[in-house]
């Protein structure tokens, strides 16, 4: 009997990703329980990224996963993810990285807990990194997002999530209105902002099956890095101010 579609919108953007728009797309492909649905959003790609995501059309189409292309044009990677997330025909929205590798029971494990959890609005996923360092990889291995979405939490008030590797219900997404367009960059933290709208103390949880492999590119060049973690300390500080709740959460 052929394994029937999970319930899930998967969405992801990419800007010039020629070189890791294809293993994204394949991971996605031998998941064991595949999306009903794909939405990849070209976001003003100059490069062979969407020439590549267009040839897995097909390769899709045989198990019956609605794989849609849109391009957004404005700038902004909220704009782009508002675009993809926009067209979920799915009660679950699961977000990932062009530079993402989910594990093959990302999908199932997530419309599982969805189902399960009926309180649950959204879920923060386990990261590893599978290049970079060995002690990079090896911290992540052990639980470092785990670590650190313990300390947000107490720091925040909240419980934040990565587009990296998060799911979140489809309807309370369109409630709160989705990403801020005004952040134009990822350093910016548009996930940590719709976390803290989303988070009424309790509703998001982090899940170590949830499983994804990311790239550690983001921090090789140190002289790029600093700036880069002071920028989103003072997106942090920002947002916290805003969201944070009064309420005790542990």
């Not at 709160?176 to 996930?191: K, N, P, R």
């Not at 973690?229 to 997106?235: D, E, L, P, V």
Request: overall charge positive; charged content about 30%; proline content about 3%.
């Amino acid at each position: 009997m052929k394994n029937p579609l999970a319930k899930v919108t998967v969405v992801f953007p990419a800007l010039n990703e020629e070189k890791n728009i294809g293993g994204a797309l394949d991971s996605l492909l031998i998941q064991e329980k595949k999306p009903a649905q794909i939405i990849f959003v070209n976001h003003n790609s100059q490069d062979k990224t969407l020439e590549i995501a267009e040839s897995f059309i097909k390769k899709f189409l045989i198990y019956g996963v609605d794989f849609k292309i849109i391009t957004e044009k404005k700038k902004g990677i909220s704009n782009a993810r508002n675009a993809g997330c926009s067209k979920a025909n799915q009660p679950i929205i699961a977000s990932m990285d062009t530079d993402c590798r989910p594990s093959d029971q990302w999908v199932k494990v997530i419309e599982e807990v969805f189902a399960k959890e009926k309180k649950i609005d959204a879920l923060a996923g386990k990261v590893i990194f599978f290049d970079g360092s060995f002690f990079g990889r090896k911290v992540s291995e052990w639980g470092y997002y785990a670590f650190f979405y313990s300390w947000m939490k107490l720091f925040t008030g909240f419980h934040p999530f990565t587009t990296a590797n998060a799911a979140f219900r489809t309807s309370v997404y369109k409630k709160i209105g989705g990403f801020d367009a005004t952040i134009v960059s990822i350093h910016g933290l548009d996930d940590v902002d719709l976390a803290g709208r989303m988070s009424n103390g309790d509703n998001i949880r982090y899940e170590k099956r949830m499983t994804v492999y990311a790239s550690s590119r983001r921090y090789k060049d140190f002289f790029k890095m600093v700036p880069d973690m002071i920028q989103r300390f003072k997106s942090l500080l920002k947002i916290t101010r805003k969201y944070k709740q009064r309420k005790k959460i542990f």
